[in-house]
């Protein structure tokens, strides 16, 4: 029999459900799988809980965007989830936690931290049997993402694993893979066919502006704005599923319909990107990664405070983009481009350079043969994880008793555990070193006499790492 693939995202925009549905489509093709199953949890939890999670986060980035950035930023530090906001997510999540288990997943793949805490959570009171990996849809890492246990971490960037690794996370489950994009985007195209798709001309560069899944109303704006461009130029502009805002668009360009084309919801932005010139719209996760497999330079506006911010920065930082922080100068900047092919044809190479078209696929061959057990991080090495992000201190160099070891499955050669120097001392006898190299072993019933000597949370780490195995033969790592 082959093996069970459960892809859990949560309907926050659309990103980590497009994410999700890229997956799903790699793993069907793969060999040694029985089933895969994609589910959005937010589907399977009350409307209240729906609600506030989805439509009022979108809700304070309308209203109040500086609270959002700071909500980001506060909760970048992993580990620091308030206890009543995972007693909120457990009560609103039964339904979701019958549909898991009912499924009877081996393998269970998140493209958001909410799915991610709840099968953490599952995993840890032993009520699922499976392997969790966590595939990251932003740049940047956000500390909501990270949690006790898991197998494997799939970021989008090397600067990411950097950061990861220096506040404690084991380097081996880290890939830097990119984030997940339709495949085809970096393929050859019949360009002539897109262009009478849409009765484009070739002579003209071709603006792609984008609503979002969601419809943004800047982007009557946008338009206005491109009526002034003194560079000849065509756009393609994608509404989303704002009907209304389709409506207005194609008001507004009536008398100028030889220069655009006005769609709504769009199936083939793959072939769209790759035929445009220039991509106008938000720094979304999957937005931005979508344009830098296709090689398609960005003008970037109204990012969210948070994590699209922080795409944007490493967009500009690669030369892929440049950004608008005035409403008032997109047209601007547009023109500005448009009068340097030269500099498009630069970022164009950029994109393509950071680009990671295959990163669905690598993904999902990963995932299929990682053979590992779970990581597991102690609650005290929990608090140095933290203590580390949020002081801006390598794990490696907070105060002795704080820092933290890497505990070395010795069969394997992997990761299995994180724990302190302070319990790692309560571990070796006294007159050993705490070098690296150091061997271990612990069967079931040493285990349980360190009750007597050391904290519950070290017991438990090493009970959960025993798993169903006599004994635990480790190594210390650095």
Not at 68 to 91: C, E, H, M, N
Not at 321 to 335: F, L, M, P
């Amino acid at each position: 029999m082959g093996r069970r693939v459960l892809i859990l995202a949560a309907g926050i925009g659309s990103g980590h459900n497009i994410a999700a549905g890229v997956l799903e489509s790699c793993f069907r093709t793969a060999p040694d799988v029985e089933t895969v199953q994609e589910l959005d949890i937010l589907e399977s939890t009350n409307e209240v809980y729906r609600t506030l999670y989805d439509d009022g986060y979108f809700a304070m980035v309308d209203a109040v965007p500086w609270l959002v950035g700071w909500g980001y930023d506060a909760k970048d530090p992993p580990f620091k989830l308030a206890p009543w906001i995972s007693l909120w997510d457990r009560i609103n999540t039964t339904s979701t936690v019958k549909a898991i288990k009912a499924f009877r997943p081996d393998i269970v793949v998140c493209t958001h931290f909410l799915p991610t805490r709840l099968v953490s959570l599952m995993l840890t009171r032993g009520v699922l049997d499976a392997r969790l990996a966590v595939v990251t849809t932003d740049y940047d890492f956000q500390g909501l993402w990270l949690t006790s246990p898991f197998n494997h971490f799939f970021v989008a960037r090397d600067e990411t694993k950097a950061h990861m690794t220096a506040i404690g996370v084991p380097a081996d489950r880290i890939t830097v893979s990119g984030i997940p994009v339709q495949p085809g985007l970096a393929d050859a195209i019949d360009h002539d066919a897109i262009l009478n798709r849409y009765d484009l001309r070739p002579d003209r560069p071709i603006l792609l502006i984008s609503a979002g899944a969601a419809g943004g109303t800047y982007t009557q704006t946008i338009v206005q704005q491109t009526f002034r461009l003194r560079n000849d130029f065509q756009a393609v502009v994608v509404c989303g599923r704002n009907e209304q805002l389709k409506s207005q668009i194609e008001g507004l360009v009536a008398v100028r319909g030889d220069r655009y084309r006005v769609l709504g919801y769009a199936t083939d932005m793959p072939d769209l990107m790759r035929a445009a010139t220039l991509f106008v719209g938000k720094p979304g996760g999957l937005s931005s990664s979508e344009c830098m497999a296709a090689g398609l330079p960005m003008i970037l506006i109204h990012p969210i405070p948070g994590q699209e911010v922080r795409n944007s920065d490493f967009l500009l930082e690669e030369g892929a983009a440049v950004r608008c922080n005035y409403e008032t100068t997109v047209g601007y900047k547009i023109d500005q481009l448009l009068a340097e092919p030269d500099r498009i044809a630069r970022m164009a190479e950029s994109a393509r350079r950071i680009g990671r078209p295959e990163a669905s696929a690598q993904i999902a061959s990963s995932v299929l043969a990682d053979q590992s057990a779970p990581l597991w991080i102690s609650q005290a090495a929990q608090k140095s994880v933290h203590a580390s992000s949020e002081r801006g201190i390598a794990a490696a160099n907070l105060y002795a008793g704080r820092r933290v070891r890497t505990l070395i499955d010795a069969p394997t050669g992997m990761s299995a555990g994180v724990i302190t120097t302070d319990q790692l001392d309560s571990l070796l006898p006294a007159e050993a070193e705490a070098s690296s190299g150091t061997n271990l072993s612990l069967s079931a019933d040493e285990i349980t006499k360190l009750r007597r000597r050391t904290e519950p949370g070290l017991v438990f780490t090493l009970r959960r790492m025993l798993g169903k195995a006599n004994n635990l033969r480790l190594e210390l790592g650095l």
